[in-house]
């Protein structure tokens, strides 16, 4: 479970903190301003209206994230560990985390248009990290925190002067995924009303910022104005927005920077490959709708989640026309992966199982670096067996079955064929009781159609070899006659199962040998 926390309300001591740094918000290279434009193509942004950022292609993207060099898995690492026994001492992160979470930081605003120089503040990553530490002594996420007990003032100041200007995070299993998927996210019902996480980060004129960590828990600062950028209708997702930063079921935002009547504004969400569109106002939400004024970076933030969305694919389009606002906006997203994908297969931990037993499928998709790997499971025949979303396979009856694996963001497909087979036999006693013939007792299946006794005269089945059919699940014995007195015979057994004339065979049971009275 993740949880993070927005700074919730715009005090006094918020506008203060506000103002660290520069008093006037000013245009520092005010970029592309993307009023109107007739066609998209890879270089050219199709927004119109209150739109005034930096538009992204695909290409540019990915060679800024691939020098950029931050990736969603860089451990969090201490050049001081933090002592949380006593007495307490707050420790630092590395250069390494420093270096990485600012990077992240940047990508993001690269990706959205913004300004991407942010820098680290060595003051601001001081707050964080003893905001960091009195939550983690509180083992609780709040702006607020109470004075843990044994902790010096000094050092409670500090946190609690960076816990109330700052993100909070906590359960993340490092710095850069609390950013990308958790403050950029603000998915969950607290937070998508505002997403006032992602708002600052987004927030145009950031020029600084400092983080901190203690174990599970971690602060990002968020006040700082020093870059001085203005812009309008900053979105996320971007025009041009990777898979691999924002899942179904994350809240669409964009920020004009000026107060919104909720009333007035209409949102249409249109996927350009099949048409669908989703509707967004106050009186009617294929979703969730809502429009936030706070100061949570930018106001005036439009928000909304369209539902029954599973997937984005690979080059996915969706246009989004609002309205209600001083001039109506419209703008393109299209969706793309960082790393495509040039090999998909599926394989299975185990392809033959017994009735009511489970195995799991697993999608290979190469290259070993793709980070979009959302793959869709689906089941041939669910009277047979079923698939979770994460690949579980539930076996129901006996049959063969095949599981599909769609990678759903560029629709390819694989498929592995498991088969459902009667438990492996076995022989109880085999006798010659009379001449000429032996009777054999097998385990009974009442779940099977029936059995199937094999014999013949030499251990590799190749010499006089028959067999016999019982139908009758509830038997478990049978003879075999009309043998050759004196005659040694190796025998095996196996159930089946029968449906539409199709007969699934379990494994035979271990040969045994008995030699016919004469």
């Known amino acids: 479970m993740k949880k993070l926390h927005v700074i919730k309300n715009i005090t006094i001591l918020t506008i203060i903190c506000l103002l660290v740094g520069s008093n006037t918000i000013f245009s520092r290279g005010?970029?592309?301003?993307?009023?109107?434009?007739?066609?998209?193509?890879?270089?050219?942004?199709?927004?119109?209206?209150?739109?005034?950022?930096?538009?992204?292609?695909?290409?540019?993207?990915?060679?800024?994230?691939?020098?950029?060099?931050?990736?969603?898995?860089?451990?969090?690492?201490?050049?001081?560990?933090?002592?949380?026994?006593?007495?307490?001492?707050?420790?630092?992160?590395?250069?390494?985390?420093?270096?990485s979470a600012i990077s992240m930081i940047n990508q993001v605003r690269f990706i959205a248009g913004l300004n991407y120089d942010v820098k680290l503040n060595s003051e601001y990553s001081k707050l964080t990290q003893a905001a960091s530490l009195m939550n983690y002594l509180n083992n609780t996420l709040s702006h607020y925190p109470v004075k843990p007990n044994g902790v010096n003032e000094s050092l409670y100041e500090l946190g609690?002067?960076?816990?109330?200007?700052?993100?909070?995070?906590?359960?993340?299993?490092?710095?850069?995924?609390?950013?990308?998927?958790?403050?950029?996210?603000?998915?969950?019902?607290?937070?998508?009303?505002?997403?006032?996480?992602?708002?600052?980060?987004?927030?145009?004129?950031?020029?600084?910022?400092?983080?901190?960590?203690?174990?599970?828990?971690?602060?990002?600062?968020?006040?700082?104005?020093?870059?001085?950028?203005?812009?309008?209708?900053?979105?996320?997702?971007?025009?041009t927005m990777p898979t691999d930063y924002f899942s179904p079921g994350y809240p669409w935002s964009i920020s004009m920077g000026e107060e919104i009547e909720k009333s007035q504004v209409k949102v249409t969400l249109e996927r350009l490959r099949d048409n669908k569109v989703w509707e967004f106002s106050d009186h009617k939400a294929d979703g969730y709708f809502n429009v936030n004024n706070g100061g949570y970076g930018q106001k005036g933030c439009i928000i909304f989640v369209p539902e029954g969305i599973d997937c984005f694919l690979d080059q996915d389009k969706f246009q989004v026309n609002i309205t209600g606002l001083?001039?109506?906006?419209?703008?393109?997203?299209?969706?793309?992966?960082?790393?495509?994908?040039?090999?998909f297969e599926v394989m299975a931990d185990d392809e033959k199982i017994y009735l009511g037993e489970r195995t799991y499928v697993e999608a290979k998709i190469l290259p070993e670096n793709v980070t979009n790997d959302e793959v869709l499971w689906k089941s041939s025949d669910e009277s047979i067996a079923t698939v979770t979303d994460y690949g579980m396979v539930q076996s129901k009856q006996y049959g063969t079955v095949t599981?599909?694996?769609?990678?759903?963001?560029?629709?390819?497909?694989?498929?592995?064929?498991?088969?459902?087979?009667?438990?492996?036999?076995?022989?109880?006693?085999?006798?010659?009781?009379?001449?000429?013939?032996?009777?054999?007792?097998?385990?009974?299946?009442?779940?099977?159609t029936g059995y199937q006794v094999t014999y013949a005269t030499n251990h590799d089945f190749t010499k006089n070899k028959k067999s016999k059919t019982i139908k009758k699940n509830t038997s478990n014995k049978t003879t075999i006659k009309n043998l050759k007195a004196g005659k040694k015979y190796y025998v095996k057994v196996r159930a089946f199962y029968e449906k539409d004339g199709v007969r699934t065979y379990g494994s035979y049971s271990k040969v045994q040998t008995v030699t016919v009275k004469k």
Request: no cysteine.
């Open 326 to 343: 001083s001039r109506p906006v419209s703008y393109q997203v299209t969706f793309f992966d960082l790393v495509v994908p040039t090999s």
């Open 160 to 239: 609690r002067t960076g816990a109330s200007s700052s993100n909070i995070a906590w359960n993340y299993s490092n710095l850069n995924r609390s950013i990308v998927h958790g403050y950029m996210a603000d998915d969950d019902s607290g937070n998508r009303v505002m997403v006032g996480h992602r708002r600052w980060i987004l927030n145009p004129p950031m020029g600084a910022t400092g983080f901190g960590a203690v174990h599970e828990f971690s602060a990002m600062y968020a006040f700082d104005k020093s870059g001085g950028m203005y812009a309008s209708g900053v979105a996320w997702p971007a025009q």
């Open 403 to 448: 599981i599909t694996g769609t990678y759903q963001s560029t629709g390819l497909e694989a498929s592995v064929q498991i088969k459902i087979v009667p438990r492996t036999q076995e022989i109880y006693s085999l006798s010659s009781p009379k001449k000429g013939a032996f009777t054999v007792t097998y385990a009974k299946d009442t779940t099977v």
């Open 30 to 99: 005010l970029m592309g301003n993307l009023i109107a434009v007739a066609k998209a193509d890879e270089h050219t942004s199709q927004a119109i209206g209150l739109i005034n950022i930096e538009y992204r292609t695909q290409e540019e993207i990915r060679e800024y994230i691939r020098t950029n060099g931050a990736t969603l898995n860089d451990p969090i690492t201490y050049e001081k560990k933090p002592n949380v026994n006593g007495p307490y001492d707050m420790g630092a992160l590395s250069k390494e985390t420093l270096n």
